[in-house]
């Protein structure tokens, strides 16, 4: 998209900045995120999460469809705001989560066969294809993204492709912003929070369906299974698994159930597997005795204009088991999970 760079060069030293520069084949565009390497990746592999930013300012993202593997298509919509459809693929070079990502990028129709760029008033010289390499590089809990998009030197739509990808960053970065999950700790307890772009009655369901819980319990990347039976005493079992086939099993009980306000569920973590149980262990050196495997979650759905203000209070044996889990990455998990959740409710 041939647009004119309006912001110009930005200092990186600021925590939230683009930077945009040229090589001679290269336009890079430099930008650091207030999120996780493993966040960040995230948003830029989950289809309904990046139909949220996947455009310039002012666009829009109507259609986005990822196959995440070597080999695989990703394939997208990006609408201009006369209602213009450009429609692009890529295919999928190297994955390796949460680092970095290679794929290539071009034209594509509707059903996403590769076109002629001048279908969509390209200059002549436009490549066919082009490469690009994302590097994702944690930095204290923030993420610096290095986008490298491979075009030649001579092509005039260098200066468009750079703003272009330079509105999009920071479109990324204020929806990181917007779905912050924010965590409180207080005795013997982590209070999660976070407003959800959906009615408390979806977001509700989406915690009470089996088949709607598996689809965004565990952190990005991971697969899950779950049976339940959500009904006051009855009982749920969740198996999580990561992209390596370690499971991670979890199993409650329903303590109490409101719709679609309110639920108290058990959390046992007791099957996890055995690496995962020592870590845990060489953090509670400080407990006496075999603590108890198990939290008490209650999870309340606020109704805010349409969206829903979700609370998570999860109440542990003790401060130090308390502690224990939030090093073990626990709030990361929590904030990805609910990533998830926020696609699946679209």
Known sequence: MDMQNRNGAIDTAQPSASMPS??????????TFDAPPERVFGWWTEPALLMRWWAPKGWSTPSCKVD??????FHYCMRSPEGN???????Y???????????TDSFSNEEGNMVDPARYGMSYGYPSETQVTVVFSGQEGKTRVAVLHDVPEEIPERTGMQQGWAEMLERLDNELAATATHTEVAEKEVI???????????????????????????????????????????SYRVVMRSKDGVEYPLNGI??????????????NWAEHPAEWQELLKKNLRQVDGEPAQESLNTVTFEEQGGKTALTIRTRFDSNVVRDAMLKMGMAEGWTQSLDRLEALLG
Request: charge should be positive.
């Open 22 to 31: 040229q090589s001679r084949r290269e336009v890079i565009i430099i930008h």
């Open 93 to 103: 070079r190297e994955i390796a989560a949460p680092q970095r990502l290679v794929y």
């Open 85 to 91: 459809d450009f429609w692009g693929r890529g295919v």
């Open 192 to 234: 999660f929070s976070r407003l959800i772009a959906a009615p408390r009655a979806r977001v509700f369901k989406a915690w009470t369906d089996a088949a709607q819980l598996a689809q965004w319990w565990g952190p990005h990347g991971f697969s899950c299974i779950c049976e339940m039976d959500a009904r006051p005493g009855g």
């Open 68 to 73: 995440l593997h070597p080999g695989g298509i």
């Open 254 to 267: 329903y303590r109490e159930i409101v719709e679609p306000e309110r639920l108290v569920m058990t959390d």
